[in-house]
């Protein structure tokens, strides 16, 4: 339980969100600032990645499959469709994602990417504040609002508010719905290096009904394509795609470096070639994933799990980016709130994994790639969570009638601190 003063408590409420603004309005100014003509000052589609989501559906669905696996035909239709060259994009997604993403591509472009924004921030929002006590909702929410993670990608039009809804939605409902859980994990692969620790978690826990319901979903979604787009697709999507992620590992020049935030992302920016790079990257990765069945299995606080596999995700994939880390600011804003323990002497390590996804852009573009070290140890503080964690006390947080969405004071939850 923290000591911390009430004084202490206002003073931490107001010190992240303004950090956030702090570090994240440069950023802003320098990459993403309109420009006029639906372009922001580098020359990019205002929502820049989401270009990918409003255009792929309309290519597929026009008669233009074929134009998603050939980059150079793809970066030609983009400038076609947009009445202008723009920068180069690839197409990155799973064949099951373009008849989900069809209703965007049927609005004109800046509808869609509002309705994808705040829509997805309200989805993410609504998993992650439903599990803080009433009182401290809308704290919660405007300090999620404003971590610099959201605010990212909120501004490149990513998906990281999908990504990080899947993957806590799914861990608060392994002990109380399985098969919700596995359908949301199911639905997860469509950024399937994310979910890289989910198997090994769910092995540990013994959750065979959520890896079945994953693995019938996973399956679903790509047999309903097959109709649609053909096997040969999903084979180009695996060649093409896959190769050219590979490259962009290999090459690892241009500007999504400095938004990497992966541990192998970190060595190759320090300098270390691919291979030296790739073998810190396992070398982490490997006792991350055991520590994570470890903990899993200490903890039955389906928060507390959560965040665990919010940080993992992060450290254990290669091909992980700032925006990605939504789902750990989800984790601090449940410790800020009170839903997870925050302790005093541990602040400096809560603020630097808060401000690593601003912090590491500004960092990487100096050649410091040392940002993946906050989220490893705050991994390694919510490991200890776990092994200090009272198994007794823990275990009504997962009583089936007071799991995801209903409030944590009614399971049992702790009170802020």
């Keep these: 339980m923290s000591t911390a003063s009430p004084a202490g408590d206002g003073m931490r409420w107001m010190l992240y969100p303004v ?12 990459f993403y600032w309109p420009a006029g003509g639906g372009l922001d000052v580098t020359g990019h589609q205002i929502g820049r990645d989401f270009i990918n989501n409003w255009v792929g559906p309309q290519l597929a669905f026009g008669g233009r499959l074929g134009v998603l696996f050939d980059l150079d035909a793809y970066h030609a239709a983009l400038g076609e469709l947009f009445g202008r060259p723009v920068p180069f994009h690839n197409w990155g997604y799973p064949m099951f994602t373009l008849p989900a993403f069809w209703l965007l591509a ?13 829509g997805l921030f309200a989805l993410f929002a609504w998993v992650t504040v439903s599990q803080v006590e009433r009182s401290q909702r809308w704290y919660a929410l405007l300090a999620l609002a404003l971590a610099p993670a959201c605010l990212i990608n909120a501004v490149g039009g990513q998906n990281g508010f999908l990504s990080a809804a899947l993957l806590l ?3 608060l409902c392994v002990g109380s719905r399985p098969v919700l859980a596995g359908v949301l994990f199911g639905l997860l692969t469509f950024k399937p290096h994310l979910g890289l620790a989910v198997p090994f978690v769910l092995i540990a826990l013994g959750a065979w009904r959520t890896i079945a319901a994953a693995s019938v979903t996973a399956l679903v979604l790509i047999a309903v394509t097959i109709p ?8 180009q999507y695996v060649e093409v795609t896959g190769a050219y992620q590979a490259l962009l590992l290999d090459r690892f020049r241009g500007f999504y470096t400095i938004m990497m935030a992966s541990v192998f992302a970190g060595g190759r920016t320090l300098g270390l070639s691919y291979q030296a790079a790739m073998a810190i990257q396992a070398a982490v990765a490997i006792p991350v994933v055991g520590a994570l069945c470890w903990a899993v299995r200490r903890t039955a606080d389906p928060c507390l799990r959560a965040a665990l596999v919010a940080c993992a995700a992060i450290l254990v994939s290669p091909y992980a980016f700032n925006y990605d880390l939504t789902a750990v ?7 800020l709130a009170g839903r997870l323990p925050l302790r005093p002497a541990l602040a400096p390590v809560y603020l ?3 401000v690593a996804p601003a912090a ?5 573009m100096a050649g410091l790639g040392i940002m993946p070290l906050a989220v490893l140890a705050l991994y390694a503080v919510l490991v200890h969570e776990a092994r200090v964690s009272d198994r007794a006390g823990s275990a009504s947080l997962v009583d089936p009638a007071h799991a995801l969405p209903a409030a944590p004071e009614a399971a049992g939850a702790r009170r802020p601190l």
């Excluded at 590491?360 to 990487?364: A, P, S």
């Design 352 to 354: 630097l994994a808060w």
């Design 169 to 171: 939605g799914g861990m």
């Design 329 to 335: 600011s989800a984790a601090l804003v449940w410790m």
């Design 19 to 30: 950090l956030s603004l702090a570090l994240v309005a440069p950023l802003a100014a320098l």
């Design 360 to 364: 590491m852009m500004y960092l990487n």
């Design 106 to 118: 049927q609005l004109p472009y800046f509808w869609a990417l509002g309705l994808w924004t705040f």
């Design 228 to 235: 649609l787009f053909g096997i040969e697709t999903w084979l």
